[in-house]
Nanobody, 122 residues
Framework: QVQLVESGGGLVQAGGSLRLSCAASGGTFSSYVMGWFRQAPGKEREFVATINWSGGSTVYTGSVKGRFTISRDNAKNTAYLQMNSLGPEDTAVYYC???????????????WGQGTQVTVSS
């Protein structure tokens, strides 16, 4: 059983940056694909980014390409999401997830964190 704990959310002004972290325990971190998803109020949860087991491959949803960077440190059992040039449209609860498939579909991820709130003011 893998436990995931996100941190790093908060309130930031438009144009600012935040770095989210996802600390994993209870499993072999390097054997899992890691993903970030988000859910805005009144909207469905959406895929943000994913990174493969070694960190050598990444995929982003179009709205965050060039602004967000997903990374991982397998020695620290931690995944990250660096978010730059934030806008109000990025306001959401951000979740990290672990799975076996390098895919953006949320149902392919087996383990989820509790989420961290990101609020971007205009």
């Amino acid at each position: 059983q893998v436990q995931l704990v996100e941190s790093g959310g908060g309130l930031v002004q438009a144009g600012g940056s935040l770095r989210l972290s996802c600390a994993a325990s209870g499993g072999t971190f390097s054997s899992y694909v890691m993903g970030w998803f988000r859910q805005a109020p009144g909207k469905e949860r959406e895929f943000v980014a994913t990174i493969n087991w070694s960190g050598g491959s990444t995929v982003y949803t179009g709205s965050v390409k060039g602004r967000f960077t997903i990374s991982r440190d397998n020695a620290k059992n931690t995944a990250y999401l660096q978010m730059n040039s934030l806008g109000p449209e990025d306001t959401a609860v951000y979740y990290c997830a672990a799975g076996r498939f390098f895919d953006g579909s949320d149902y392919k991820y087996n383990y989820w964190g509790q989420g961290t709130q990101v609020t971007v003011s205009s």
